[in-house]
C-alpha cells in the first residue's frame, strides 16, 4: 500500500557528515508529515526529527539539535536527514517515518499515529 525507502546510511568517522533520504510510494493521505527515528545498540527506538507537509515546521530531539537538519523538497514525498559533525553515540539503525496529517500542517514528535515505517538504514560513526 504505502512504501518508505531509506537510503544513504553507512560508515563515517567521528566529526564526518552523512544525508540520509527516504521516498515514499503509494496511496498516502493528500498531506503527511515526515520524519525519522532511530534504534541505538542496546537502546529504545528514539523520536529524532520530523518535518510537516509544507516544511514549515519542524521539531528536533536535543541531542541532535544544531547538528542535524531535516527538510523536505518541492516533491514532497522525499525527506532529507543532513547529519553532521557525527558522533559515536549518533550509531544507530534510522527509521523513516510518516504519519497523516491531511489538512493540518502538523508534525510529530513520537511514534504514536506514525501510519508508516521503513524498514531501518545503518549509521555507523567511528571513534
Known amino acids: 500500500q504505502v512504501q518508505l525507502v531509506e537510503s544513504g546510511g553507512g560508515l563515517v568517522q567521528a566529526g564526518g557528515s552523512l544525508r540520509l533520504s527516504c521516498a515514499a510510494s503509494?496511496?498516502?493521505?493528500?498531506?503527511?508529515?515526515m520524519g525519522w527515528f532511530r534504534q541505538a545498540p542496546e537502546k529504545e527506538r528514539e523520536f529524532v526529527a520530523a518535518i510537516s507537509w509544507s516544511g514549515g515546521s519542524t521539531y528536533y530531539v536535543d541531542s541532535v539539535k544544531g547538528r542535524f537538519t531535516i527538510s523536505r523538497p518541492n516533491i514532497k514525498n522525499t525527506v532529507y536527514l543532513q547529519m553532521n559533525s557525527l558522533k559515536p553515540e549518533d550509531t544507530a539503525v534510522y527509521y523513516c517515518?510518516?504519519?497523516?496529517?491531511?489538512?493540518?500542517?502538523?508534525?510529530?514528535?513520537?511514534?504514536?499515529?506514525?501510519?508508516?515505517w521503513g524498514k531501518g538504514i545503518l549509521v555507523t560513526v567511528s571513534s
Open positions: 503509494g496511496r498516502t493521505s493528500s498531506r503527511y508529515a
Open positions: 517515518a510518516v504519519r497523516n496529517t491531511y489538512y493540518r500542517d502538523s508534525t510529530f514528535t513520537s511514534e504514536s499515529g506514525i501510519n508508516y
